[in-house]
C-alpha cells in the first residue's frame, strides 16, 4: 500500500485578502515616521554642508592670502543684504572687491554656490560672514536652518570670532 501523498494547495483569495490588509496597516502606520526621518536627515545634511563651506572659506581664506565670505543667497547669484531673510543656499566666493554691504562682484572669485533642498531654509543672525587671512573670522552669526512646512525644530550652525564653526548641540527653535 502506497502512502497517500498531501494535496498541494495554495493561498485562498481570503487569505491573500487578509494579509494584504494587515501589510498597508503597517505601511500606513510607518509612513509618519519615515518621513520625520527624511525631514530630520534633510535638515542634518544641510547643516553638514554649510559647516563644511564654512570652513572651507576660512582655509581658502588663509591659503589664498584673500578674505573669503560665506553669504546666504535666495537665488544662487546674489547675497541676501539683511539678516534674518530666509534664503534658499550660500555662496562661497573670495572678495577681491570689498561692499557693504556685503555682495558677489564680477570681480570676485565664486569658489562654490550650493542650493538647499525644497524644503529647507537657511537663515542668519548675520547675512554673510567674512574669513580674514589671519584665521579669524570678522563677523560672527548663528545660522538657523529649519523646514520650510513649519517644523519648529531645526539644526543652529555657529561661528565663533575666533573663525570656528560648529553645529550646535540640540535643536534649534525655528
Given at each position: 500500500?502506497?502512502?497517500?501523498?498531501?494535496?498541494?494547495?495554495?493561498?485562498?483569495?481570503?487569505?491573500?485578502?487578509?494579509?494584504?490588509?494587515?501589510?498597508?496597516?503597517?505601511?500606513?502606520?510607518?509612513?509618519?515616521?519615515f518621513s520625520e526621518l527624511?525631514?530630520?536627515?534633510?535638515?542634518?545634511?544641510?547643516?553638514?554642508?554649510?559647516?563644511?563651506?564654512?570652513?572651507?572659506?576660512?582655509?581658502?581664506?588663509?591659503?589664498?592670502?584673500?578674505?573669503?565670505?560665506?553669504?546666504?543667497?535666495?537665488?544662487?547669484?546674489?547675497?541676501?543684504?539683511?539678516?534674518?531673510?530666509?534664503?534658499?543656499?550660500?555662496?562661497?566666493?573670495?572678495?577681491?572687491?570689498?561692499?557693504?554691504?556685503?555682495?558677489?562682484?564680477?570681480?570676485d572669485e565664486l569658489l562654490?554656490?550650493?542650493?538647499?533642498?525644497?524644503?529647507?531654509?537657511?537663515?542668519?543672525?548675520?547675512?554673510?560672514?567674512?574669513?580674514?587671512?589671519?584665521?579669524?573670522?570678522?563677523?560672527?552669526?548663528?545660522?538657523?536652518?529649519?523646514?520650510?512646512?513649519?517644523?519648529?525644530?531645526?539644526?543652529?550652525?555657529?561661528?565663533?570670532?575666533?573663525?570656528?564653526?560648529?553645529?550646535?548641540?540640540?535643536?534649534?527653535?525655528?
Amino acid at each position: 500500500m502506497a502512502p497517500q501523498l498531501a494535496k498541494d494547495r495554495g493561498f485562498t483569495a481570503l487569505e491573500l485578502l487578509v494579509v494584504v490588509a494587515i501589510g498597508a496597516v503597517l505601511v500606513a502606520m510607518a509612513v509618519p515616521s519615515f518621513s520625520e526621518l527624511r525631514r530630520s536627515a534633510s535638515i542634518s545634511s544641510s547643516a553638514n554642508q554649510l559647516l563644511w563651506a564654512l570652513h572651507y572659506a576660512r582655509s581658502q581664506a588663509i591659503l589664498r592670502n584673500v578674505p573669503a565670505v560665506v553669504c546666504l543667497s535666495a537665488n544662487g547669484a546674489t547675497c541676501v543684504t539683511s539678516a534674518g531673510t530666509a534664503a534658499a543656499g550660500w555662496l562661497v566666493f573670495l572678495e577681491q572687491q570689498r561692499s557693504i554691504p556685503v555682495q558677489f562682484n564680477t570681480t570676485d572669485e565664486l569658489l562654490r554656490a550650493i542650493q538647499l533642498p525644497p524644503q529647507v531654509a537657511v537663515q542668519g543672525t548675520r547675512a554673510a560672514v567674512t574669513f580674514w587671512p589671519t584665521a579669524r573670522a570678522g563677523t560672527t552669526s548663528t545660522f538657523k536652518l529649519c523646514d520650510a512646512r513649519g517644523d519648529p525644530r531645526g539644526k543652529a550652525v555657529v561661528v565663533s570670532q575666533t573663525g570656528r564653526p560648529r553645529v550646535a548641540d540640540g535643536d534649534a527653535p525655528c
